[in-house]
């Protein structure tokens, strides 16, 4: 185990972290001497702000491919902390509600509820939809965006997703069918009269799980540092543009574990994702199972049961027994480039990036900021 893997970064929700962006924008009136230590200080001056999420993009991925950013690296700003775990669905409700993943409640790609595992992006059991039997509202119960009407940028097919309804409701949605029309949209909005503009693309995302690190990925990097070069030739001065990710990429490639059938055979229900796989067990077997499965694999992860990660926080310093329920048993959180497989967990093609545990490439994202003059 390398240094550097000896222990998880447990996300700083306290301190410079994606849940604090947008009650930091959207609570005070005056941003110039409010905005956390943290904000770049494009923000402080600024008239309007529009936030960009651009999913997928970590900040270790950024550096390491810092030729083919020169817009963001232009930019002013720094790494900052997402959530536990390091997933979309997760990610970006902290982001939209600035709640801890232990408040909001959407505490994985796949989460246990009453007794299902749904899949959080798709709302789904397996090939079945329950927006009916799980409506939205009721699993995330706080109101987006501190309960103010935000233009959304967003695509267009998203818009009526219930994943959208749990993390994005109320929002004014601006959708998009193509990413070109990500900056005539905000420009429109700010120009219109609004304050800050939430705008989210993930193309980054989709590249390096498809695709892996590679020509497609530096292809993608490319075309979304110039997405957001056009975005700040297009926005009117004294705006703000603020660029953060909701999780960074390991490269797995086909190192993919198959647990042992003894193992999963004291396993009554698996969960989350291939680098933060929780398992289910029963009843007073939690400890046993946790020893086994570092006896198997302590040495490309870190196995942890729910109980220590609730002394330690991974989830924030608040998780109410309803969403502790949702929480698995003993979890599964790689630390080496490996990610450890489910069936139900499968799609149409196998991931080459993943994400999901809290290394470094997946902890740590941007948070830059340029200020239009």
């Known amino acids: 185990m390398s240094a550097s893997a000896v222990h998880p970064i447990i996300p700083d929700y306290a301190g410079a972290n994606v849940r604090g962006i ?19 200080d494009a923000v402080r001056a600024a008239d309007a702000v529009v936030l960009l999420v651009l999913d997928g993009l970590g900040w270790d991925q950024l550096r390491e491919h810092a030729a ?12 900052i902390h997402t959530v536990a775990p390091t997933t979309t669905a997760t990610a970006l409700s902290s982001i939209t509600t600035g709640l801890t993943p232990g408040e909001h409640g959407l505490v994985g790609y796949r989460m246990s509820l009453g007794g299902d595992v ?16 799980h409506p939205p509202r009721d699993v995330q119960t706080f109101e987006p965006f501190l309960g103010q009407r935000v233009p959304v940028v967003a695509q267009g097919e998203l818009q009526t997703s219930a994943f959208s309804e749990a993390h994005l409701r109320g ?18 909005q700010v120009e219109a ?29 490319r075309y979304s540092d110039a ?25 797995v490639g086909d190192r993919i574990i198959h647990p042992s059938d003894e193992l999963l055979g004291r396993v009554t229900m698996q969960a989350g994702e291939g ?43 608040t998780v109410s027994p309803p969403i502790q329920r949702r929480l698995g048993d003993v979890a599964l959180c790689a630390h080496a480039p490996v990610s450890f497989h489910e069936d139900a967990d499968s799609g149409p093609f196998e ?3 993943r994400h999901g545990s809290l290394t470094s490439a997946e902890v740590n994202v941007p948070l830059l900021g340029a200020l239009i003059d």
Not at 229 to 244: C, K, Y
Not at 288 to 316: C, S, Y
């Open 118 to 133: 749904i899949n959080v992006l798709r709302w789904a059991v397996g090939e079945q939809q329950v927006r009916r039997s």
């Open 193 to 221: 009269g609004e304050r800050f503009v939430y705008c989210y693309y993930n193309g980054i995302d989709k590249i390096a799980h498809e695709r892996g690190f590679g020509s497609f990925y530096d292809a993608e990097l």
């Open 22 to 40: 947008v009650p930091a924008l959207l609570g005070p009136s005056s941003w110039a001497d409010t905005v956390p230590e943290w904000m770049p």
């Open 275 to 317: 680098r933060f796989r929780w398992w289910h067990c029963r009843p007073g077997d939690v400890d046993g199972l946790a020893t086994a499965a570092r006896d198997a694999h302590g040495d490309v992860a870190w196995i942890v049961t729910k109980e220590q990660m609730l002394d330690e926080a991974w989830f924030g310093p």
């Open 227 to 251: 997405l957001v070069a056009d975005l700040m030739a297009a926005l009117p001065a004294g705006t703000a543009v603020l660029v953060t990710a909701d999780h960074g990429q390991v490269d």
């Open 171 to 188: 929002c004014d949605p601006v959708g998009w069918r193509a990413p070109s029309s990500i900056a005539v949209e905000a420009a429109a």
């Open 351 to 353: 991931l080459v990036c």
């Open 68 to 79: 083919l950013a020169p817009t963001l690296m232009s930019m002013q700003g720094r790494s």
